[in-house]
């Protein structure tokens, strides 16, 4: 059975960097294979991981609107584009990556968005984890985009809007009753001093709180130089550890 995580929040709360850790976690314990989905038209998981995508999923979509004027004879929109869709997956040692990419150009996109979503079933089915780094904002899951998902996670540093993303997510997911079968909140960067007062405020959503992961100026300047977070993911172990007890499936 597949099992697929969604990390979500504000902008800059460490979404995409949590989510790289994940992945990195699962091919290190051979929970394997792993599909990363980058959803965020800012794209930068493939960076995270040391990849560099070469078609983006959105780049595919406008090349697919654009070509299908001149078709070859004998080739159909779905054929063309389903080839595409094979082409799009990047493939490392333990996992893959699916870059989402920016958004449409004018043109119908509804017939390709049918056949993404299939296509993204069918792929999500073969692999042992599923992990989603979101966009900021709530659209993917207003639009419902985000389904049949087991395990939504939450990111909230120590910007109170970060809480208040939190608390949307928690609120519109109840309403649209979202097949979300768990979700959770995880820090990132919370002070000590903050800690206790997050965590209290979190028992007020419908999420559970899993740990606060501290800062580290060695991830810190990874990032900054364009480096691979697997130079130095090891010292969150513990904290992943904790993030896969809880949600399960280990
Ligand atoms: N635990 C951490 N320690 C140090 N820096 C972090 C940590 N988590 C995130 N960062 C940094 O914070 C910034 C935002 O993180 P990012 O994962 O890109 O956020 P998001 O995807 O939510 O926009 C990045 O520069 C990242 O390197
Ligand atoms: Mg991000």
């Known amino acids: 059975m597949t099992k697929s995580i969604a990390v979500a929040g504000k902008g800059g709360t460490g979404k995409s960097t949590i989510a790289a850790l994940m992945v990195l976690y699962l091919k290190r314990n051979n929970l394997t294979p792993v599909l990363a989905i980058d959803s965020d038209p800012d794209s930068n998981l493939g960076t995270l991981l040391g990849i560099e995508p070469h078609l983006t999923l959105g780049d595919l979509k406008n090349e697919t ?36 990419g920016r958004g449409e150009g004018p043109g119908c996109y509804c017939y390709l968005n049918n056949l993404v979503r299939k296509f993204h079933e069918d792929l999500m089915n073969s692999y042992k984890w599923v992990v989603i780094d979101n966009e900021a904002g709530l659209e993917h899951i207003s639009r419902r985009t985000t389904t ?92 992943l550890d904790l993030i896969f007890r809880k949600i399960g499936g280990q």
């Open 148 to 239: 049949n998902i087991n395990s939504l996670i939450v990111v909230v540093n120590n910007n109170p809007i970060s809480f208040h993303t939190a608390k949307r997510i928690d609120i519109l997911t109840e309403k649209l009753k979202i097949s979300f079968e768990r979700k959770f909140v995880i820090g990132n960067m919370i002070k000590k001093e903050f800690e206790e007062d997050f965590i209290r405020k979190i028992s007020e959503l419908n999420m559970e709180y899993i740990c606060n992961i501290p800062y580290s100026s060695e991830l810190e300047e990874a990032v900054m130089k364009g480096e691979p977070v697997s130079n130095v993911c090891d010292q969150f172990d513990g904290y």
């Open 65 to 100: 609107i654009e070509g299908l004027k001149n078709l070859p004879a004998g080739i159909s929109k779905a054929n063309y584009f389903e080839t595409g869709l094979q082409e799009i997956i990047e493939e490392s040692k333990g996992f893959d990556l699916i870059t989402m």
